[in-house]
């Protein structure tokens, strides 16, 4: 097709996209044509003249997000399909008209073949963050489909792109309603409420992507003295709260904190054995030396990008470390990493070294990850950002 705008890659730059990954850094680009600006369609070529992919131009270290490797036109048609199948994925995997269950991620991005773009479901409420300019140009086109796909179970579509468009864009997002309106909702997941606030909250609301972990969490809770550190809006602590004999939840940001409170009440009313700390996790762990015998640690992502890693996989081992030293005898560790620059290998040997500097016995009982509404797809390791792991430590 020809007046397309074109990227053309440098030789022997074509490997990755060849084996289908959706990403073209700055630095494979020889040159453009038709002088692309960001957030333009472009078509990804060879340095002979071999078609590569089409996406989504963004000057920046990720040139080029890929939406398709055939050339098309990212209509409002190619979305409609791209938004239908994730649909139709999530129906498959028993999310969509399901009554335990009314919170999950409608789209994830890469892992949806729609690099860009985020969207995460509350009970009736579709919340969507854009992470590049392509995407947040056709915002509203994308919201009109997910409200077409999603009939009868969206009633509104919220815009929460301020903070996502790279920040060196030109463009100047705003926080809205594109479609409908609608306060906090309270959602339903694995049969333990919420309250979510996607305009108060991070990211956009609630970490949906820790709801088969929270499960498990909640089936070694018995009886235990539980400490949830990193707590947010309290989704471990919930269902620890199940069965525990106390959970203590810290987190350093006090409306997070409050929200914690409040979704504890909404399940249990006001109960003794829940309490919360809004202060520093390093602060706090300073002293609960035999304190506790369950610790969740999961902290933000301590690593954006690869030159801050070996910082990062300090914090990880400094966290761990004060957490193996201090847990009561044959306690467990429910320990995670969601940075996407640190790989699983590179937060097991964090959490080794952390293990061997407190010469205590520990063993690795569980491996977590992300839950299938946030599928890895198998091109793009990067899609693959959360690790776990469960320690036993005698
Ligand atoms: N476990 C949560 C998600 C945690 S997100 C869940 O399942 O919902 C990370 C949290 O760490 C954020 O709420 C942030 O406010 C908190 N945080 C960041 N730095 C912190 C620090 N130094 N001390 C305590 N909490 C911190």
């Excluded at 997002?173 to 339903?188: C, K, Y």
Aim: hydrophobic share 40%; charged share 20%.
């Amino acid at each position: 097709m020809s007046g397309r705008k074109r990227v053309v890659l440098k030789s022997g730059k074509d490997q990755s996209l060849r084996r289908y990954h959706p990403w073209v850094f700055s630095g494979a680009i020889k040159k453009t044509i038709g002088n692309p600006v960001e957030g333009d369609v472009v078509d990804v070529y060879d340095n002979k003249e071999n078609f590569l992919a089409t996406g989504h131009y963004q000057p920046g270290s990720i040139a080029v997000r890929v939406l398709s490797f055939l050339q098309v036109t990212p209509d409002i048609g190619f979305f409609r399909d791209k938004i239908s199948a994730a649909v139709g994925y999530r129906r498959t995997l028993g999310l969509i008209n399901n009554p335990s269950l009314n919170v999950f991620r409608l789209i994830h991005a890469e892992g949806d073949h729609l690099p860009g773009l985020i969207v995460d479901y509350y009970n009736g409420v579709a919340v969507m963050q854009m992470h590049s300019v392509g995407m947040y140009r056709l915002r509203r086109e994308i919201a009109s489909v997910i409200a077409e796909v999603m009939k009868g179970y969206v009633t509104a579509v919220y815009d929460k792109s301020e903070a996502t468009i790279p920040y060196m864009s030109g463009v100047k997002a705003e926080n809205e309603f594109l479609i409908g309106d609608s306060e906090p909702v309270t959602v339903t997941e694995n049969g333990f409420k919420f309250t979510i606030d996607w305009v108060k909250g991070q990211k956009t609301g609630f970490y949906i992507d820790q709801r088969e972990n929270r499960r498990l969490l909640g089936a070694f809770s018995g009886g235990r003295s539980v400490l949830n550190m990193f707590g947010y809006t309290g989704g471990f602590s919930v269902y620890a709260m199940r069965d525990a004999a106390s959970v203590h939840t810290v987190d350093s940001s006090l409306p997070a904190i409050e929200m914690a409170g409040q979704n504890v009440r909404l399940n249990y009313g006001d109960d003794p054995r829940h309490k919360t700390f809004g202060v520093d996790a390093f602060d706090y762990l300073d002293n609960i030396r035999d304190k506790y015998d369950l610790i969740i640690l999961d902290p933000p992502a301590f690593a954006k990008h690869n030159n801050v890693l070996s910082n990062a996989l300090q914090g990880y081992k400094r966290l761990n470390m004060r957490a193996i030293e201090q847990i009561k005898p044959n306690g467990i560790i429910f320990t995670f990493s969601c940075s996407q620059v640190v790989s699983r290998e590179n937060f097991r040997k964090s959490v080794f070294v952390a293990a061997a500097n407190t010469g205590r016995n520990v063993r690795i009982i569980h491996q977590m990850s992300q839950p299938p509404d946030h599928p890895v797809n198998i091109y793009h390791p990067e899609s693959e950002y959360l690790k776990g792991l469960v320690l036993f430590v005698e």
